[in-house]
């Protein structure tokens, strides 16, 4: 080992949208995470490509996938994506994959970047990279494997 705590993992965030999605990364500590990148969905094989390109080079020992909680508690569209995504990055690639709820987060990522004077291309990377953050801070007993 490493000498690093156990939950010290290198982690990718992946935050789904209906147009693109946006993936973040960690340090090799586990502590910070960095937006890296934004699919937009070509096609759905040269968008898994990508990501399991990303995913190797970045030395991933997990993945993050954000999914929104709805008032209501009720699947919508973005959230069946979601699974089925989820489902398909099971059946491509081995790692643990984790559920990191996330109440507004791109709405969130989008008043941070407001007030940093940001436009919104760099917004999903930021969406990724806050849904990454909350995972990272999160004690490993409370982390929901998918």
Same mark, same amino acid.
């Given at each position: 080992?490493?000498?690093?705590?156990?939950?010290?993992?290198?982690?990718?965030?992946?935050?789904?949208?209906?147009?693109?999605?946006?993936?973040?990364?960690?340090?090799?500590?586990?502590?910070?995470?960095? %937006?890296?990148?934004?699919? &937009?969905?070509?096609?759905?094989?040269?968008?898994?490509? +990508?990501? /399991?390109?990303?995913? *190797? $080079? !970045?030395?991933?020992?997990?993945?993050?996938?954000?999914?929104?909680?709805?008032?209501?508690?009720?699947?919508?569209?973005?959230?069946?994506?979601?699974?089925?995504?989820? %489902?398909?990055?099971?059946? &491509?690639?081995?790692?643990?994959?984790?559920?990191?709820? +996330?109440? /507004?987060?791109?709405? *969130? $990522? !989008?008043?941070?970047?407001?007030?940093?004077?940001?436009?919104?291309?760099?917004?999903?990377?930021?969406?990724?990279?806050?849904?990454?953050?909350?995972?990272?801070?999160?004690?490993?007993?409370?982390?929901?494997?998918?």
């Amino acid at each position: 080992g490493r000498g690093l705590p156990p939950d010290a993992m290198k982690c990718l965030g992946v935050d789904c949208g209906e147009k693109r999605t946006s993936i973040a990364a960690s340090d090799s500590g586990g502590s910070m995470a960095f %937006a890296r990148t934004t699919s &937009r969905k070509a096609t759905e094989g040269a968008f898994w490509n +990508e990501l /399991l390109r990303i995913i *190797e $080079a !970045e030395a991933a020992e997990a993945v993050v996938v954000g999914m929104p909680r709805t008032a209501d508690g009720n699947d919508t569209m973005i959230i069946r994506q979601i699974r089925n995504f989820i %489902a398909s990055l099971k059946r &491509r690639c081995d790692l643990p994959v984790f559920i990191m709820e +996330e109440t /507004l987060s791109s709405h *969130e $990522a !989008e008043m941070k970047l407001r007030e940093a004077g940001k436009n919104r291309s760099g917004l999903d990377g930021a969406a990724a990279a806050g849904i990454l953050e909350s995972f990272l801070n999160l004690p490993e007993t409370k982390r929901t494997p998918a």
